[in-house]
């Protein structure tokens, strides 16, 4: 009768079903404990027994443990510890810690308590039991699955327990895991901010461990859980000029999370883009541009770094930040513009011409820009730079072979070093891709595979046609 009740609870989405439940719970208890006509066994086998695999069950298993009294509770427990469930990914351990979690005398059952997590925690270094790959999805999502689910349990149900926050300390120090780590981080902060040394192991975790994920995870639960802590942001504020760069972005992450609309956080960012690290200067522009381009002050600001900065990378951080965020402002086109054709600094410039070919590619100007630089530009970078950004975003247009030809056959680039690009290389490889139907294509190709000066672009040839004969 009851099994048809779940049922019939289970259809009925209208009714309450917080209020159903607690009702199929008591019916259970009432039997047991007011008519007898059920048993502590029958509770075993025959309710919890039959359903714990089944997660609509699960909150009327866990109102019966909150009815009923600890030490009947306790052997519902190790009935559930006992099952075979590998293949359900534990649900019968992570179930009985649940119904732990509604006892309200744990002294009544301690040894119980104590096995059972002492499963948990051997689940927080569980493992399949045959070879395989990181690589193999299934696999890996599974063991990664019921190791973070483990470490969230043991937080959550032990979090009055020496023994879990020793455990999770060692599994953030020691587990070979990065995210069995960064769980443990972040299960410690929600379930221990109220140990004295908590704040302080975090604090520790993001400078002094050699993981950057570790150092990021603490300084994302350190802003979250300790945000009303007045050093909480001073210390961020500290992270953000930090040598790091992961560590650099989680500050400054945390910090707008966190505390975006604090008005001291606006001008703080701005304060930082004055600052000596160029690093520093450039995460500042990026997240005051992406975080408060609501503010109209942000507008201009980024206008006046864009011509009044002295600093190339300043000036590039800031036409890549005004062209992401402002794309559709009327001034924007015509900065980027300027800076492609007379900046100073070839970094700045291909910044500028890239920026135009991803947000203005239909705009007239873009095109002729873009080929001016491709064929006329005195340096090979921005030669390059072109070539690609032409191919980008101006893909399979017949016009354009002329331009990409006479750069494989005539680019004057000698190469200085092994990492630069070859200009010739990067016109080739588009020729390759977008116009392999040409006869021209071919008759380039045994050419650069012979005749070419750079060794690396006549090896790039030679593979190709070896590829193309197959």
């Keep these: ?33 007011k008519e007898g006509s059920i048993s502590i066994e029958d509770l075993k086998t025959e309710v919890f027994g039959k359903h714990w695999q089944d997660e609509t069950w699960h909150e009327v298993l866990l109102l019966i443990a909150g009815m009923i009294d600890a030490k009947f509770v306790g052997e519902i427990i190790n009935h559930l510890m006992v099952q075979d469930c590998e293949e359900k990914k534990f649900i019968n351990l992570f179930l009985a810690a649940k119904c732990l979690a509604e006892v309200r005398n744990r002294s009544i059952i301690v040894s119980v308590a104590n096995k059972l997590f002492g499963k948990v925690k051997d689940l927080t270094k569980y493992d399949l039991w045959y070879y395989y790959t990181y690589d193999k999805a299934e696999e890996t999502k599974l063991v990664q699955e019921v190791r973070i689910q483990a470490v969230v349990t043991i937080a959550a149900i032990w979090k009055d327990n020496r023994d879990a926050l020793h455990c999770l300390k060692d599994l953030i120090t020691a587990d070979n895991k990065n995210y069995v780590r960064c769980a443990a981080i972040e299960a410690l ?45 001073s210390f961020l504020k500290d992270l953000t000029t930090a040598n790091d760069g992961n560590v650099r972005r989680a500050a400054n992450k945390a910090l707008l999370s966190n505390f975006k609309d604090d008005p001291d956080t606006h001008s703080f960012l701005k304060d930082l883009t004055t600052a000596a690290n160029e690093n520093v200067r450039c995460a500042a522009i990026e997240v005051l541009a992406s975080n408060f381009k609501d503010d109209p002050e ?47 600094q070839w970094y700045v410039r291909r910044a500028a011409i890239e920026a135009l070919a991803s947000n203005f590619p239909d705009h007239p100007d873009t095109h002729s820009i873009l080929k001016d ?6 340096q090979w970078n921005m030669r390059s730079a072109a070539i690609q950004a032409l191919a980008k975003h101006f893909r399979y247009q017949p016009e354009l072979f002329e ?67 197959e």
């Design 1 to 33: 009768m009851l099994e048809w009740f779940i049922g019939w609870i289970a259809s009925n989405a209208f009714l309450h079903r917080k209020f159903l439940e607690y009702f199929c719970a008591w019916e259970f208890v009432w039997q047991f404990e």
């Design 403 to 469: 331009i990409y030809y006479n750069c494989a056959v005539n680019d004057p680039f000698k190469r200085k070093r092994d990492y630069e690009t070859n200009p010739r290389r990067v016109a080739l490889e588009i020729i390759i891709k977008q116009f392999p139907q040409y006869s021209q294509t071919l008759l380039l190709l045994r050419d650069k595979a012979e005749n070419d000066p750079d060794e690396q672009v006549r090896k790039f040839a030679q593979e190709n046609l070896k590829q193309w004969r």
């Design 298 to 344: 942000t507008l201009s600001f980024l206008k006046e770094l864009t011509t009044a900065d002295n600093q190339w990378y300043v000036r590039r951080a800031a036409i890549e930040a005004l062209a992401s965020n402002f794309p559709d402002h009327p001034d924007t086109h015509s900065i980027l513009k300027d800076h492609a054709t007379a900046d100073n």
């Design 189 to 233: 902060a929600s379930n221990f901010k109220d140990r004295p040394d908590t704040r302080s192991f975090l604090k520790d975790l993001t400078t002094a461990d050699n993981k950057n994920y570790v150092r990021c995870a603490a300084i994302e639960a350190l802003a979250s859980n300790f945000k009303d802590d007045p050093d909480t942001r």
């Design 373 to 378: 630089h491709a064929t006329a530009d005195n």
